[in-house]
C-alpha cells in the first residue's frame, strides 16, 4: 500500500537537495524565503560565517500587507533590496526554499531585483 507524503516533508527534501548545490558567501550571501500560511520570512544569510546580514517579513512596521500573498511578497521584496543595498549588497544567490518559483515567491524575486538586487 502506498502511502500519501507530508508536504511538509516534501519541502523540507526539495530545500535540502537544492541546498546541497547553493550556498551563500561574504561576497554573494544567499537570500532564503520561508512562507507559512500566514507571513512570508526573507534573510539573506552568510553561510560561511553563519550569520544573517539582512531580514525582512510581513511582520515589520514597513510592510502595510500583514499577509502571506503577492502584494505583501512585492513589499517584502523591495524592503530587502532596500535594506541589502543600505549594506553594500548587491548580487545574491536566491534560495527559494523548496518553494515552486511561481506567485508568492516569484513577486518577491521580481520586487527584490527591481529594488537592485542581482541573482
Request: charged content about 35%; overall charge positive; aromatic content about 6%.
Amino acid at each position: 500500500m502506498v502511502k500519501k507524503q507530508n508536504r511538509k516533508m516534501q519541502r523540507t527534501r526539495r530545500h535540502l537537495r537544492v541546498r546541497r548545490k547553493i550556498s551563500g558567501t561574504p561576497e554573494r550571501p544567499r537570500l532564503c524565503v520561508y512562507r507559512s500560511n500566514s507571513n512570508l520570512y526573507v534573510q539573506i544569510i552568510d553561510d560561511v560565517a553563519g550569520k544573517t546580514l539582512a531580514q525582512a517579513s510581513t511582520l515589520d512596521k514597513e510592510v502595510k500587507t500583514k499577509h502571506a500573498n503577492k502584494e505583501a511578497a512585492k513589499e517584502v521584496g523591495a524592503l530587502i533590496a532596500s535594506r541589502a543595498l543600505d549594506k553594500k549588497i548587491e548580487t545574491v544567490v536566491f534560495d527559494r526554499g523548496g518553494y515552486i518559483y511561481h506567485g508568492v515567491v516569484k513577486e518577491l524575486a521580481e520586487a527584490a531585483r527591481e529594488g537592485g538586487l542581482k541573482f
